[in-house]
């Protein structure tokens, strides 16, 4: 999967202009790799990025070489959404790296309809270490084995090539079913009306008879 780049030299403000032009700013780095200042074309970037994640490796094309990279990280806006910034990770196939490894939950989970349960995903990535090259696209977990109320799968149940690490506790809860539970409404009490009616009668009553014996 190739990507093509341009190198620039302007940073800052300049930012803003490329945007303009339908570019989005980069950097890319890596072990024992110069740092080079990118734009890439925001509406390549995307397709390419729809395609590939973070986890699969792109060939970035810088004039006349070609380098292999992940995209690492991505700055969005938050208040357009709009992409502001992409990090690209210059890799080396002889090299191990970590990743982060998304889950992709298929099925629906039985317990769920039969027995009213409520679906709690618990963990969405996974870190893994392996060769760019072995890194996986992702991982495919189907919900069919949830059966019944409180039964679970962990990092254990993924299926993982020989070839990638997981570096996350091998007991670690991914997804469970668990029971509805349905909280109790909290009645207040009711303020008792006649005892505050007779406490207030009792003080002033009380407030007469001091009045009374000072005048006498």
Known sequence: MDLVVETREKLGKISKS?????????????????NLHLAVSAREFLKVFKEAGENTIVNLLIHDEKKPVLIHEIKTNYISGEIDHVDFYEVRFD???????????????????????VLNKAVSEIEVEALP??????????????????????VKDLKVSPKVR?????????????????????????????????EVEEKKAERSAEKTKKTE
């Open 166 to 198: 997981i570096l996350a506790d091998p007991q670690t809860v991914i997804v469970t079913v668990t029971e509805h539970l349905v909280e109790e409404e909290k009645i207040e009490a009711v303020p008792d009306v006649t005892a505050i009616k007779v």
């Open 133 to 154: 090259g072995d890194l996986p696209h992702r991982f495919t977990l189907s919900l069919e084995g949830l059966d019944d109320l409180n039964k679970s799968f962990y």
């Open 95 to 117: 090299e191990k790296i970590k990743a982060k490894i998304q889950i992709e939950f298929t099925g629906e989970a039985p317990a769920q309809k039969s027995k009213g349960g």
């Open 18 to 34: 490329l945007r303009r032009e339908g570019l989005i700013p980069a950097e890319l780095y890596g072990h024992g790799v110069k």
